[in-house]
């Protein structure tokens, strides 16, 4: 393992569903020499792709959680990972993107430029991740690789720039010409591992010398020397048009765009050479950790081999030696048998043994160095934990995580079933952060989040298989209340007479509803006709009897209680007589305060494109919502509703096909309103 940072690149590659990231991943590690035979995601052999190593990815074809490798090109050494499209596995993007110098973005040539791809956008702002950009599936019909290049600077708003010009187009695609060097790429053998260099056919040479000038164009603006060239008309160098894009692409103010097809093997060879060409290395990329004794001031990292320990855990997995801890190095070195220390809850750790990763299986190495990916042993922490050298308090800032927008109860089907799946939600709980799991309180039922129905359902399926549990899923009940609309008397006697000393208790007095709080007890007794140490079981009795409302056994809310009036016996009171006696009053004045049935409010916030704005909003009022306003935020609206609880069950899904999955919502709880009769008589049935 070399020790150059130099030649080392930590990259991702990521992009919207079905655009082709593992299938490109496939062809990059063939090509390097890390596999030696393809398999495709959904291939007729039954292999699977090398990176979709689960059970169910190779199912459904369908990256799930990301998964890393390295392999090395022209002596750079390339750390790779392969990660989901699908929004509901976002956490894994974000989790990758934490700890990587760059990436490749990889857009589909019909498609281009979609909704997840503009989420990924923004989660490579969020963390300043420069990237180049791939438009795979030349070769389908419809393709346009200029197109998707516009889209680049009308939807993302970023400078992307050709660096190549594809020779033919969907099914006549034969190879790239490329605009530094001005030859054209051709790739032979039966999987293209042959790269035969040409010149560039004379058809496309006017078009790719006018293409080359706005390639000199853009680049001059970060390099005075290429601009010094174009002034005095000298012959513009290769290097120095390299040295220039690079630069701009570091400052991410510059999107190199290249152009291929995986599936056919073509324009990965150039796409790998941009990488090493293109991409930062390590030491390029400035990495910030906070000093937590001395108010969180930021600190910057030096990519020194030799300095202090700082690294981040970015995934947990559990492998079948126990947990498999994936960490990235910032700063130094991690060796077998140092003891490093956890920063969050400052335990001592030894090393035992590295591992360095390729899909699922791994190697044993003695050392990981700063700017390299590796994985740890029977380590016991969570996501997003630094590790650091004893004697330093630094931590690496965690990653952002999203709340959760979507819940389902679920129920074991017999004792076996519920242990495994205790286990299961722990083990889930703990590698995902956006994945919560709880028991309501209320209706006690286990209730699992996520991200998305998809994401829920992948963990279902997921505790079926990898730890037999058989459950049943459902929709969660929504924690509806009870209350009460007007004022009522009572007057209540609660009489036992039995062998020996009896039950003897009055109460008497009124109930009236109460705004903002659950239950108001007031006692208005004059001349002890309750003696006093019975007032507290008065109170007792009325208390429970709110727990569950005589009209459909929902927790009541809003009640003020009035006593005024009693009778007491000498003998036969007791604490148990006063707290049956208020029990029965509450029960006979209840339904004379014309119960009514409160029902949950939600506050959603839906963030979508300008041109969905309709559809969103139709959404929201098909569900008895009542929109609150909506305000344009640049080329996003949000819109804001009060919408019913029971109406949201499924929304994430409904919004997301109306909208091309290009919005998103977020809800928090707002208030109780009155469930409208026609509804309240369906929940009675």
Known sequence: MQKTTQKVRNIGISAHIDSGKTTLTERILFFTKRIHAIHEVKGKDGVGATMDSMEL????????????????????????????????????????????????????????????????????????????????????????????????????????????????????????????????????????EYVRTEDIPDHLLVEAERRREELIDAASMFSDELTEAILEEQEVSEDMIIAAVRKGTLAREMIPVFMGSAYKNKGIQPLLDAVVNLMPCPSDVQNEAIEIDNGERAVVLSSDPDAPLVALVFKL???????????????????????????????????????????????????????????????????????????????????????????????????????????????????????????????????????????????????????????????????????????SEFNYTHKKQTGGAGQFGRVAGYMEPVADTDFVFENQIVGGKI??????????????????????????????????????????????????????????????????????????????????????????????????GSQEEGPHCVVEAKVPLAEMFGFATVLRSATQGKAQFTMEFSNYKKLPQSIAENLQK
């Open 57 to 192: 990815e190779k199912e459904r074809g369908i990256t799930i959680a990301s998964a890393a490798t390295y392999c090395e090109w022209l002596e750079h050494e390339i750390n790779i990972i392969d990660t989901p499209g699908h929004i509901d596995f976002t956490i894994e993007v974000e989790r990758s993107l934490r700890v990587l110098d760059g990436a490749i973005l990889v857009l589909c040539a019909v498609g281009g430029v979609q909704s997840q791809s503009i989420t990924v956008d923004q989660q490579m702002r969020r963390y300043k991740i420069p990237f180049v950009a791939f438009v795979n599936k030349c070769d389908r019909s419809g393709a346009n690789p200029f197109r998707i290049t516009d889209q680049i600077k009308e939807k993302l708003g970023h400078n992307a720039v050709a660096m190549q010009m594809p020779i033919g187009l969907e099914a006549d695609f034969k190879g790239v010409a490329d605009l530094v060097t001005m030859k054209a790429f051709y790739f032979d053998g039966n999987n293209g």
């Open 531 to 628: 003696p006093t140490q019975f007032i507290a079981a008065c109170e007792k009795g009325f208390r429970s009897s709110m727990a569950k409302g005589p009209k459909m056994e929902f927790p009541v809310t809003g009640i003020k209680v009035v006593i005024n009036d009693g009778a007491a016996h000498a003998v036969d009171s007791s604490e148990m007589a006063f707290q049956a006696a208020a029990r029965g009053a509450f029960r006979e004045s209840y339904q004379k305060a014309r119960p009514v049935i409160l029902e949950p409010i939600m506050k959603v916030a839906v963030e979508t494109p300008t041109e969905f704005l309709g559809a969103a909003m139709g959404l929201l009022n098909q569900r008895r919502g009542i929109i609150v």
């Open 317 to 487: 997995e559990d492998g079948q030696y126990g947990q498999l801890t994936y960490l990235r190095v910032y700063q130094g070195s991690l060796c077998k048998g140092d003891t490093i220390i956890n920063v969050r809850n400052r335990k001592k750790i030894r090393v035992g043994r590295l591992a360095r990763m390729h899909a699922d299986q791994m190697e044993d190495i003695e050392t990981i160095p700063a700017g390299y990916i590796g994985a740890l042993f029977g380590i016991e922490c969570s996501s997003g934990d630094t590790f650091v050298s004893p004697g330093i308090n630094l931590s690496m800032t965690s990653m952002f995580v999203p709340e959760p927008v979507i819940s389902l109860a679920i129920a074991p089907k017999d004792n076996k079933s519920q242990n495994n799946m205790s286990k299961a939600l722990g083990r889930f709980s703990k590698e995902d952060p956006t994945f919560r799991t709880y028991v309501d309180d209320e209706t006690n039922e286990t209730i699992i989040e996520g991200m998305g129905e998809l994401h829920l359902e992948i963990y279902v399926e997921r505790m079926h298989r990898e730890y037999h549990a058989e459950i049943t899923i459902g929709k969660p009940r929504v924690a509806y209340r009870e209350a009460i609309t007007c004022r």
